[in-house]
């Protein structure tokens, strides 16, 4: 089941905003992610605040881009009575569950309703994730005739014993198929790759590279498995049914990974993800990992801005509730002090190939790079140039790297 959401501070009914979320506004960028809390089924690996039919408690799917539109249009409204300034949405990203679940004329809703509440930048990146068995031509043309320039595959594997004990229901025939409808429509292809599942070879995960490669997606992302405590794969490994994944493969995995699509003209620029230039980065991860401000529609949906953060309820049916009211689906919020929006600062952008600018540290945190750089943790050029930048073992060993930095 999904993971349980963090306590916090009330939330006001009305989603007011402290007066300090204006400091610096106009110099952050703003996105919005729309949550759709649908799957067909629930992969054993997952943990996500996704649902499948059984588990909606009355609520309907047909029911939803009509509250997910009403959320938006009270998003608009908490940003304008803060006084932020107007910032119209650079990027958009569908995520889920499984967006593409939902018709695509519900996808086309919503992404109306965020142009008609806050605006869209006249580049905006929008993007919806979808499971490969779960779109056709007709689908991924529409998407895009509404506006939407990226489309991301949850294609994981092209093993289909990998697939198999991920409990994906696609079959690895189906992905090049996705890929090129989504071409001929004009779409922008990413796909996502997971490692290091339970009996998955070395061998299996050079396929699933090479596979991957032989598509030609504009943009690649490779995740580590992580086995999440209450999903039925821990469950799997609790009772020796498979074994639990092995850290030394994943860095193998890894390693593998980065060579290949170095190789095949992919740069890395955030630990899991790689593109093929700098206008097929993920602009929308990037707004995260950069401190940018975005508002979250949806179940469980985390939003962020100027150093509050808040997170919606988490089921569709109590998310559903709090909209027919008329109040903020919100359950919680933090309010970041300056010295924790810092250290989140230096833990998020020393994951990116761009790097966390050195004079971000403090004077004695700063000893700690010629260290770093020695044992070949941190760049030493990006260094000279005032970045902390990782190297591929430095990306293998991220936490230790901030943890040095901030001890």
């Not at 963090?6 to 952050?28: F, T, Y």
């Not at 790689?274 to 990037?286: F, P």
């Not at 700690?368 to 293998?396: F, H, M, S, W, Y």
Request: aromatic residues 8%.
């Amino acid at each position: 089941m999904p993971s349980i959401l963090p306590d916090g501070d009330p939330a006001p009914e009305d989603g007011a905003l402290p007066d300090s979320v204006v400091v610096g506004a106009e110099d952050r960028p703003f996105g919005v992610y729309v949550h759709v809390p649908y799957c067909r089924v629930r992969c054993g690996y997952c943990d996500f605040n996704t649902y499948t039919a059984s588990e909606l408690g009355g609520t309907s799917r047909a029911d939803y881009a009509a509250q997910a539109a009403t959320e938006i249009a009270f998003g608009g409204d908490v940003l304008r009575r803060a006084d932020l300034p107007e910032r119209p949405a650079s990027t958009v990203f569908f995520g889920g569950g499984t967006p593409t679940l939902l018709p695509a004329e519900d996808l086309v809703l919503m992404l109306d309703r965020i142009r008609s509440v806050w605006g869209l930048a006249p580049d905006a990146e929008i993007t919806t994730e979808a499971n490969p068995d779960s779109v056709d031509s007709a689908y991924l043309s529409r998407l895009a005739a509404a506006g939407f320039t990226r489309v991301s595959f949850g294609m994981q594997s092209a093993v289909p014993s990998v697939l198999a004990t991920l409990d994906r229901t696609h079959a690895p025939e189906r992905v090049p198929l996705v890929v090129e409808w989504a071409r001929e429509a004009g779409l922008q292809v990413s796909v996502d790759l997971i490692y290091g599942t339970p009996g998955e070879t070395l061998d299996d995960w050079s396929r699933s590279v090479d596979t991957a490669l032989e598509l030609a997606p504009d943009h690649i992302s490779a995740y580590a498995l992580i086995v999440e405590n209450g999903t039925k794969l821990a469950a799997r490994i609790r009772r020796g049914e498979i074994a639990a994944p092995d850290d030394d493969l994943h860095a193998e995995m890894y390693e593998l990974a980065d060579a290949r699509f170095g190789e095949a003209g992919y740069d890395w620029y955030e630990i899991s993800n790689w593109s093929t230039s700098l206008a097929t980065r993920s602009r929308h991860n990037l707004s995260y990992w950069t401190g940018a401000d975005w508002w979250g529609v949806g179940p469980g949906a985390h939003s962020h801005a100027g150093g509050v953060r808040w997170w919606n309820v988490k089921h569709p049916r109590a998310y559903a509730e709090r909209i027919a009211a008329g109040v903020s689906p919100a359950h919680a919020r933090e309010l970041l002090d300056a010295g924790s929006r810092r250290s989140e600062r230096v833990l998020l952008e020393t994951r990116i190939a761009d790097g966390l600018p050195a004079d971000v540290l403090e004077a004695d945190e700063r000893r700690a790079i010629p260290e770093l750089i020695a044992e070949g943790l941190i760049d030493g050029k990006a260094a000279i140039r005032g970045r902390v930048t990782p190297t591929l073992r430095g990306r293998l060993l991220a936490d230790t790297v901030v943890q040095r930095l901030l001890r």
